[in-house]
């Protein structure tokens, strides 16, 4: 018997509200960080022959390839901040009797995202 | 009536796979947007020719640092993809907690190999 208290709720109730729909999109993000991170297996499949590397690249050159691509980093920004806005919130620091603020928090993880960016894009272009 | 569940019984992920969750949130936020940069835009644009990025690829550091994205990647979407299912109605298949790690460690387990075979 199940004697858990069993609250039924539309399965379209995320569109109530412009936060929970945020919420929702949010959430959502996990399926192109999986999808472009089964992109990522594929190149390193195809690094292993330069032709077939190559053949890859010359196929995502292409109005579709660019495409799929601007909506894949539109979705993964909307990751990123989404992610470092809810830092403030997993991480509460106290100095003395005072709460860190939560914005100094979380912008302490916006200047790491863009020095980790711009590190590794250095890094390959140089 | 086919409608999401809310109740008082809650399921703690396992430590593990939350530290997975969030080690790949931390992972993917700070790293994806980049690292589609450099495979789109820059190619596109030719400040990186595509025999630059294959030996950025085949960099030993490169491995490591592809298969770690990678692989957290995976562990994060599973977890919150999971979540999101029960959210969205469907609570049958976002229980089933053992087929989206699975699926995450197998894809971890064929990154590896081919990361290992370059």
């Known amino acids: ?21 945020v919420f929702m999109l949010r959430e959502l993000t996990s399926v192109f960080v999986v999808a472009y991170a089964l992109f990522l297996m594929v190149v ?38 989404t992610w470092i806005n809810l830092t403030p919130k ?20 916006y200047l790491g995202w863009v020095v980790a960016s711009a590190v590794l894009a250095w890094l390959v272009l140089k | ?22 080690a790949g949130g931390v992972m ?32 030993p550091l490169g491995r490591a640092y592809l298969f770690l994205l990678v692989s957290l990647s995976l562990f994060h979407g599973a977890h919150r993809f999971r979540y ?3 959210d969205l109605g469907f609570p049958w298949l976002g229980r089933r907690a053992w087929l989206f790690y699975g699926l995450a460690t197998i894809g971890t387990g064929v990154c590896g190999w081919f990361v290992l075979r370059l």
């Open chain 1, 1 to 21: 018997m199940d004697r858990h208290y069993v609250r039924k709720l539309p399965a379209t109730w995320w569109l109530r509200k412009r936060t929970y729909l």
């Open chain 1, 44 to 81: 390193i499949w195809r690094a292993d022959d330069p032709g077939s590397f190559s053949g890859l690249f010359d196929a995502l050159d292409s109005p579709v390839g660019l495409v799929l691509h601007a909506i894949v980093l539109a979705a993964l920004l909307f990751h990123s901040i």
């Open chain 1, 90 to 109: 997993v991480l509460v620091l106290w100095r003395d009797d005072e709460q860190v603020d939560p914005r100094l928090i979380a912008g302490a993880n």
């Open chain 2, 1 to 22: 009536m086919a409608g999401v569940e809310v109740t008082a019984e809650s399921r703690p992920a396992t430590p593990l796979w939350w530290l997975l969750f969030s």
């Open chain 2, 28 to 59: 993917s936020a700070f790293f994806m947007p980049v690292t589609v940069f450099l495979t789109s835009i820059a190619v596109a644009a030719d400040w990186l020719d595509e025999e630059e990025l294959l030996d950025a690829v085949r960099h």
């Open chain 2, 84 to 86: 999101a299912l029960v």
